[in-house]
């Protein structure tokens, strides 16, 4: 079947169609080997050239500097939330800013093993703005924050540096990762799951800085940085098809014109969707502007009841998973460099339509 929906999920997410004919077409045998990618030796030179390729595709497209290492890891972004305390603690306090349901995970999960310090939070706000952080005083092992909250639909496009006294800040880029351009230096550890941007789940991308990288024998292995950056993220069996997957798509990203590229058609995206929010008399946004993420916009009907309407009627337009997360609620329109703009065109129309047809 060669029909394809529009997909609005979160995560796992839309993937180029490109990219799946590719994977398609050489599904059964890669490169002439008679093997699907799925079936090689993590040893091969085959895998091992995939691997540096994607490495090197990553590098590129976010303009690593050499003193960065990148990691593949599974476990998904969640396994980060415990991975960047037990790593980088280094037995002193942690500062986190709590800007949505994912930052509160995280640093859920850091208080099992560090001293948690929240230096922000828009929990009050039930997360519909980003926190106001007051510059940082004291000192911290680092600073934790979030680029893209996923449920809740704000991102830090722009990371307030000048709030931070130059403490190493750790970035939880999971859901806009190669979607808008950040500076890498500015970080001492990215981390993102693969399943929104990249590819499919099962990978998980670190960026860490050499420098954070340490020697904690005391760690079990495999949640042990060194570990990975010691083995080329072959310390085990990376997840092969997953890394694969990630190549592909992170040459369809060069091949759009890199990051830069990409965010600016994402802005053309988001733009679309939330002006016409702006402009609606039956739709709101529940997020203020200026804090409002590219890549997941929520949005609501007059009523509950008419959302749970609107997600049932979308679906048999071809407008899949615009369901909002079940912590808010509503809508949420997942919009990641995959989805083309007819997609948001078509799911503008569809509101349209749905508007008119249920105002009274
Ligand atoms: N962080 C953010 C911002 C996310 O959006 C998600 C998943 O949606 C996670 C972390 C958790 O990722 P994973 O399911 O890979 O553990």
Redesign the pocket.
């Known amino acids: 079947m060669e029909q394809r929906v529009y997909n609005f999920s979160?995560?796992p997410a839309v993937m180029p169609k490109a990219v799946l004919k590719k994977a398609q077409n050489e599904f059964l045998s890669y490169q002439q080997s008679g093997m699907s990618v799925m079936e090689l030796s993590h040893r091969s030179e085959l895998f091992e050239t995939i691997l540096s390729d994607t490495e090197s595709l990553l590098r590129r497209l976010m303009d690593i500097p050499a003193n960065y290492k990148v990691l593949f890891i599974q476990g998904?972004?969640?396994?980060q939330f415990s991975m960047v305390p037990l790593n980088l603690a280094n037995g002193k306090k942690v500062a986190y800013i709590d800007s949505g349901s994912?930052s509160k995970k995280a640093i859920e999960e850091a208080k099992k093993t560090a001293e948690v310090v929240t230096i922000a939070s828009s929990a009050k706000n039930s997360y519909h703005t980003l926190p106001v952080i007051e510059p940082v005083t004291e000192d911290y092992a680092y600073v934790h924050l979030?680029t893209?909250?996923?449920i809740e639909g704000t991102a830090y496009l722009d990371i307030p540096l000048d709030k931070f006294n130059g403490l190493p800040l750790v970035a939880?880029m999971?859901?806009n990762i190669l979607s808008s351009e950040y500076n890498v230096e500015d970080f001492a550890l990215i981390y993102a799951?693969a399943?929104k941007n990249i590819g499919p789940?099962g990978v998980?991308i670190v960026i860490v800085r050499e420098d954070f990288i340490q020697s904690l024998p005391e760690l079990p292995t495999l949640l042990s940085y060194e570990t990975y950056a010691n083995a080329n993220s072959m310390y085990n069996t990376p997840p092969t098809f997953s890394i694969y997957m990630a190549k592909l798509e992170l040459e369809w990203i060069e091949e759009q014109g890199g990051v830069a590229a990409i965010e600016k058609a994402n802005r053309k995206k988001a733009q679309l969707l939330y002006d016409f929010l702006d402009h609606s008399d039956f739709y709101t946004s529940p997020v203020e502007a200026g804090h409002r993420s590219l890549t997941n916009i929520p949005f609501l009907t007059p009523s509950p009841t008419m959302d749970e309407e609107f997600v049932i009627a979308a679906e048999a337009s071809g407008l899949t998973n615009l369901e909002g997360h079940r912590v808010v609620g509503g809508m949420r329109a997942s919009v990641y460099n995959a989805m083309p703009i007819e997609g948001v065109e078509a799911l503008i129309a569809f509101m349209n339509k749905f508007a008119v047809a249920n105002t009274v």
């Open positions: 979160a995560g998904g972004a969640s396994l994912w979030t893209n909250s996923t939880d999971s859901s799951g399943q789940a998980t």
